[in-house]
């Protein structure tokens, strides 16, 4: 980065922070803006990163920018009533996650320390990984004042959504050993929790029905670990198919003057597996 990047950067940041200091002022204010609270923000933070993620996915920079924008607007603003609170401010939050990034980069960053760029790094994207999650359960482990036993479990977010949960609990059991070899064995294992899910049908039991599927469930982001595939990616990607196809199939009644409501069960899966072909001839 150059020194005029460098401060191009600052100034833009710096010009975003008085802008939300002005929002936030309690003579001149805006009064939405005055009566957010930290928690009051969340739900704003999480469509905001929805959002982005949308933009991503149609691949326009312009909109991509605009919702990184948004996002970084939601990090100023709760920087800014921490900062009001006296908690801390967004110089504090720069510089801890900045810390946090030199210390676990010893392969880019050996003493810690900007300075020391510059080496070579030999370490695959997934030692890389390993590396990582080891980092932060010693982190875990050093930051303990407490006579409790520390668990690699600790600080996963109990709000996350439950799939990226998932693997996120995966992961940190995985760190310490705790997992399958080979994916033909996490195969095997969601074979048999389909086999425990179709005698709890069998069974009529709703408790444990929605135990066990709750077991498919996990194993299936377990295999997609394994597989190196984003489960939720990938969902969203099932989700996008079952979209275009159902709309095709709509499009396809209406032509035949009928509805989906109207359409029998042979007619509609006739219309599934030509939108199907549809979608494959297209390359969708």
């Known amino acids: ?18 802008l939300m200091a002005c929002l936030r002022d309690p003579v001149h204010g805006c009064a939405w803006d005055r009566k957010q609270t930290l928690s009051s923000l969340t739900r704003h933070t999480l469509e905001e990163v929805y959002e982005v993620i949308d933009a991503v996915e149609q691949g326009n920079p312009d909109k991509i920018c605009d919702e990184l924008g948004d996002l970084l607007f939601q990090v100023v603003f709760y920087a800014r009533i921490a900062e009001e609170d006296g908690k801390f401010d967004l110089g504090a939050v720069a510089d801890t996650i900045t810390r946090k990034l030199l210390h676990r980069h010893p392969h880019i960053f050996p003493d810690g320390s900007l300075a020391s760029f510059g080496q070579p790094s030999g370490l695959s994207a997934e030692e890389v990984e390993r590396n990582w999650e080891l980092i932060k359960n010693a982190e875990r482990e050093a930051s303990t004042s407490s006579d409790e036993p520390v668990s690699v479990m600790d600080d996963v977010a109990s709000a996350m959504p439950a799939i990226e949960r998932a693997g996120k609990l995966q992961k940190r059991a995985a760190s310490v050993g705790f997992d399958w070899q080979h994916t033909s064995d996490v195969l095997a294992c969601l074979q048999e929790e389909i086999g425990e899910l179709q005698q709890a049908l069998e069974g009529n039991d709703t408790q444990a029905q929605e135990h066990e599927l709750g077991d498919v469930l996990f194993t ?23 979209e275009r196809r159902f709309r095709d199939i709509e499009q396809r009644a209406r032509l035949a003057g009928s509805s989906v409501a109207d359409s029998d069960a042979a007619t509609l899966d006739r219309y599934w597996q030509a939108a199907k072909e549809f979608e494959n001839k297209n390359d969708y």
């Open 1 to 18: 980065m150059t020194d005029q990047q460098d401060n191009r950067y600052a100034a833009s940041v710096a010009q975003l922070a008085h």
């Open 220 to 242: 299936c982001v377990n295999l997609a670990r394994h597989l190196r595939a984003d489960p939720e990616s990938a969902l969203r990607l099932a989700n996008q198919r079952f």
